[in-house]
Structure formats: C-alpha cells, structure tokens
C-alpha cells in the first residue's frame, strides 16, 4: 500500500527483538538495517537510508566472502541511494561494484542481472546519457520478460523507465505508449490509491504536455495529486506532480497558477535533497523561464544562476540539462 510509517514501525520492532537476541556483527541484523533503509530511501530520507545501509554492509563483509551475492545486493543498495541524492559518480561506482560479482556468481539470463542492467539504465539516463541507458533497459527488459508473465508489477516499472528514456529523447508517441503499459499493469495489480498510481498518471500527463494537450495533462496531474495528497508517500513524488502541473501552466501562460506549483515542488526539494542536487536546477529553469516570459529578468537570472552551478558541478559537460541550462541564461542575459 507504500505505507511507510507502517513499515518502519514493523522493522524496527523486529530489529529490537533481533538486537536482544544476536551478537552484534549477525547476518540477521544486517537484513534488518536494510529492511528499514529501504523503507527511508522509499520516503525520500536519504541521509537515513545511507546510515542503514551502510550499517548491513558493514556486517555483511565481515561475515561474507567478497564475491558473495548478498555483497552484491549490498552494493545495489548504496548505490541506488547515492543516485537518488544525486551523486551519479559514487552511484555507478558501487553499481559496478555489485555487477562484478553477480557476472562471475550467476547465469547470464538471472533476474539480478536484470536489476544490474536496470541500475546501469538508470545511472546514465541521470548522466543524460539516454541511448546508453536506452542500451542498459534493452537489456533488461530481454530477461524479466523471459521470467515474469506479461502483466506482472516488475515489468511495469521496466516500462516506466522506457517511458522516461524515449520522453527524454523527445520520442513522446513511444513514451507514452511505454507509460500507458506501465499504467495498464500497476491499474489491475495495485489499489487505486497507490503511490506508484500517482507516479503513472503524472508521467502519463507530463507526456500530454509535451505533445500540448494541456486538458488531458491537467486531467492526470490531478488524478496524482488526489491519492498523494491523501495517503502517505514520497514527499518528493508529489514535489514532482507540482512541478509537472507547473510546467503545464507555464505553457497555458497562466504564470500565477505556475508559480505557486513551482514554489510548493521546489520547498519540498529544497526540504528533502542535497543543496546542489540536479533536480534543484530543474526547478530554477522553470521558474527562470517564467520570469523571463514575466519580464522579471532580474529573479529570472537569480534562478537560472543558481540552475547553471549545480549543473556544471554535478552534471557531464555534455548532458542535455546543462546545454539547456546555459542557453536558457544567454536568452535572458540579452534581455537585461
């Protein structure tokens, strides 16, 4: 149901009754630091998520040898909290890391080397490399269809992620068919309150936007916020959906309405992510392009500021983001 508090609060019963029970360094305490790492990275508390994580992987290599598999799950772990912060660098190291040992542990065609592919995917997709993350959940997608029956909840997620590359790639027709799959799958496997419901719809709408049919996008938009404003979840998916109707109002030219989605995205990223993180600079090119299209060329400079110095300190020099980021400050340096 993605009811977090919920879940934290099992674990970490569970984790006191193991605590009293075992020796300090037992493997079951390190399952037990994942469980509940898990469960910080899937709010969006990411700082927590790392200690936890890192606490189980500091049992585990002591209780392992090095090229054991649960390592390797270790390192997925770590990795992908390093990629939601933000640091795509660390990220790939540790995801290398973990696809080591699973390529000399296991068949080619195993489902975790489906979730390395998938890592990878999503590493480089962050990188604004998209047809190398394209290439990664290619071959992802080639294994988990060849395990999963073709409406299991897994491959949804694999759709998604098409979804995101071929959105990325301005291919909007093919994202949006891969995000309809995803939403065809999560409709009849989740309860139609679920978070990963709401994280459908608002890509469903953004794609909508992109292709300028701003009724169907406000329509989805709408349809995300109704369960993300009702039952717990990732702040920062919702921080998302606000951005995305933002953006959508933006392109209706309705400035007032956009703003104030813009400013309640960006208090919950401000909030929840690292100061330099790059969906931060996603945030100060869309209120940068408001104010520019406003004439408050000033504030619409700050922003874009702020936006070109994440971007060159986190990003490749030759991401997309970066290119648009440094366009974006020339139109309005010429206005000033």
């Known amino acids: 149901m993605g009811d977090y508090s919920k879940a934290l609060e099992f674990y970490e019963k569970s984790h006191q009754t193991k605590e009293k029970a075992l020796p300090s360094n037992h493997p079951d305490l390190a399952i037990s630091y994942d469980n509940i790492g898990q469960v910080y990275n899937n709010m969006g508390d990411y700082s927590k998520a790392l200690e936890f994580h890192e606490k189980s992987h500091q049992i585990l290599e ?49 489902p975790s080397m489906a979730i390395s592919y998938n890592n990878f995917g999503q590493v480089y997709f962050n990188m604004g490399d998209y047809s190398k993350a394209l290439e990664y959940s290619k071959k992802d997608f080639e294994i988990t269809k060849q395990v999963l029956p073709e409406n299991h909840p897994d491959l949804a997620t694999t759709f998604s992620w098409f979804g995101k590359i071929y959105r990325s790639m301005k291919d909007y027709p093919k994202a949006l068919d891969n995000f309809e799959k995803c939403l065809s799958i999560r409709q ?100 940068a392009k408001l104010y520019l299209a406003t004439r408050k060329y000033s504030m619409a400079m700050k922003n874009i500021q702020l936006a070109v110095e994440i971007a060159q300190e986190k990003l490749p020099s030759t991401h997309p983001h970066l290119l648009e980021y440094k366009e974006t400050f020339e139109k309005i340096r010429k206005k000033m």
């Open 62 to 110: 002591k209780a392992l040898p090095p090229n054991h598999p649960d390592l390797a799950t270790s390192y997925n772990n770590i990795a992908s909290v390093y990629n939601n912060m933000g640091d795509y660098s660390k990220a790939l190291e540790f995801f290398e890391k973990s696809y080591k040992i699973y390529e000399k542990a296991l068949p080619p065609n195993h």
């Open 188 to 287: 009849k496997a989740l309860p139609n309150n679920h978070p990963y419901l709401a994280l459908t719809y608002s890509n469903v709408g953004d794609v909508h936007r992109l292709m300028g049919n701003y009724e169907k996008a406000l329509a989805f938009h709408q349809k995300a916020l109704n369960i993300q404003e009702n039952v717990q979840c990732n702040p920062l998916e919702c921080a998302t959906t606000y951005i995305n109707l933002g953006e959508t109002y933006r392109e209706m030219k309705d400035y007032s309405t956009a703003l104030t989605y813009f400013e309640k995205g960006l208090e919950i990223r401000e909030k929840k992510l690292p100061k330099n993180h790059p969906h931060l600079a996603v945030v100060y090119l869309n209120m």
